[in-house]
């Protein structure tokens, strides 16, 4: 069984930082993709960042040159920093993977079979 489960949110003010974790268990195959997606009061599901197995990577506008994506192979874990952080950043944080590699359409929440529980990032201004 596949769990995914972040930390590392928290609150900061706007132009702080943040790291986000996910450790991923449970999937053993090589090939896959995970992205980072948020979701704010009353809004949609949004991508954030994705990367694949092959390291690939792909960023939302909101996110170019202030989040960086990443992953440890070794410890499963997939990491987002976050600079610059504006109180637009602010919602749920939620860390998804795919079975499929290939950053095409890696931003979308519905190409993702699963899903973490989150971690709330709130940015003040």
């Known amino acids: 069984q596949v769990q995914l489960v972040e930390s590392g949110g928290g609150s900061v003010q706007a132009g702080g930082s943040l790291r986000l974790s996910c450790a991923a268990s449970g999937y053993t195959y090589s090939v896959y993709c995970m992205g980072w997606f948020r979701q704010a009061p009353g809004k949609e599901r949004e991508g954030v960042a994705a990367?694949?197995?092959?390291?690939?990577?792909s960023y939302a506008d909101s996110a170019k040159g202030r989040f960086t994506i990443s992953k440890d192979n070794a410890k499963n874990t997939l990491y987002l920093k976050m600079n610059s952080l504006k109180p637009e950043d602010t919602g749920m944080y939620y860390c998804?993977?795919?079975?499929?590699?290939?950053?095409?359409?890696?931003?979308?929440?519905?190409?993702?079979?699963?899903w973490g529980q989150g971690t709330q990032v709130t940015v003040s201004s």
């Open positions: 998804a993977l795919r079975g499929y590699a290939g950053i095409r359409y890696a931003l979308a929440a519905n190409e993702y079979n699963y």
């Open positions: 990367i694949d197995s092959d390291g690939s990577t």
